[in-house]
């Protein structure tokens, strides 16, 4: 599983990615939203881990343009199982998912 980690917090998302490589996830990252759009446009993700307060590029600008553009992702549902049949990113804030 391929994931995308976009976090402006270096100490964060060095903690992150650490933690998904132990489990054997292969991890991008990207520590703005610009960057963080560049390589969702390039590369195919099952998850993307998106803050939503970046510089360059905030979170919902860059869900918003990744939505514009057709990117897709699987979407895990909160129990854990993969959501069949559905595709384009989604946000989850405090167990609730934002479509």
Partial sequence: MRILV????????????????EESFAVDTAEDGEEGLYL???NDYDIVILDLLLPKIDG???LREMRAKGLSTQCPDPDGARCAGRQGPRAWT????IT
């Fill in 6 to 21: 976009v976090e402006d917090n270096r100490s964060l998302l060095k903690t992150l990615k650490k933690g998904l490589v």
């Fill in 40 to 42: 969702a446009g390039i």
């Fill in 60 to 62: 919902w600008t860059v």
């Fill in 94 to 97: 405090a167990g609730r998912t």
